[in-house]
């Protein structure tokens, strides 16, 4: 089974520039999940898709990230424009909706913004 | 408080020796609890979801305190390879997933 697709692995920009990032769940599984993880710190939720509804944006900073999946597969993740604070690693991760929910990470996107 | 709380190490141990992390949460609405376990530079893997009744997997052994609200990791036998971090994560049921930010642990042979 094909796991959890993102791309690119690595961007850099210069701060104020803009970035998107790319993700293919797993096949079959409904709920998608961005997330970022700064250095030393534990992934932090920005954004939750049920199919193509989104569940939960609350910590997505919606004045320069914004996010789609449009018809309920991929996804796409974009800053615009980015800030120095905004240099992380953007993890995707999707899971089959039952009982007991666990996720599968993709290899995540590595941004530096300079 | 945050919502997930782990000592974030290092725990330096030597090989063979037994090893644990505590978790501790702030919503005592959880439902489902897991850990995770995160190598340097590599995206976070399941490795056992916690149950009410404490479960075990080889070396590995998790508990869960509902009236503490915390959730724990044993290690056994610790090998060279179990160098990673270590992150507990919390979630309500159809809500989303809350990390801790992660315990570090290296294994010295």
């Known amino acids: 089974e094909a796991g959890v697709a993102q791309s690119p692995r690595y961007k850099i920009i210069e701060k104020r520039q803009s970035v998107a990032f790319w993700c293919n769940p797993i096949?079959?599984?409904?709920?998608l999940y961005w997330y970022q993880q700064i250095l030393g710190q534990g992934p932090k939720l920005l954004i939750q898709f049920q199919n193509n509804g989104v569940v939960d944006d609350s910590q997505l900073p919606k004045d320069r990230f914004s996010a789609e999946r449009l018809k309920g597969v991929d996804s796409t993740l974009k800053i615009q424009p980015a800030k120095l604070e905004d240099s992380a690693v953007y993890l995707c991760?999707?899971?089959?909706?039952?009982?007991?929910?666990?996720?599968?990470f993709g290899p995540g996107t590595r941004l530096l913004v300079l | 408080r945050k919502e997930v709380e782990q000592d974030p190490g290092p725990f330096n141990v030597p090989e063979g020796a037994t090893v644990a992390f505590n978790c501790t949460y702030s919503?005592?609405?959880?439902?489902?609890f897991f850990w995770y376990r995160q190598d340097c530079r590599k995206e976070p893997k399941l490795l056992m979801s916690v149950y009410s009744s404490g479960n075990e997997d080889g070396r590995f052994t998790a508990q869960l305190n509902r009236a503490s609200q915390y959730i724990s990791l044993l290690i056994r036998d610790s090998k060279l390879s179990d160098s990673a971090t270590y992150l507990c994560v919390v979630n309500n049921y159809g809500q989303n997933f809350v990390f801790g930010p992660g315990t570090r642990l290296s294994v010295l042979p």
């Open positions: 096949s079959g599984h409904a709920t």
């Open positions: 919503n005592s609405a959880s439902q489902s």
């Open positions: 991760a999707s899971s089959f909706k039952g009982l007991i929910e666990t996720q599968y």
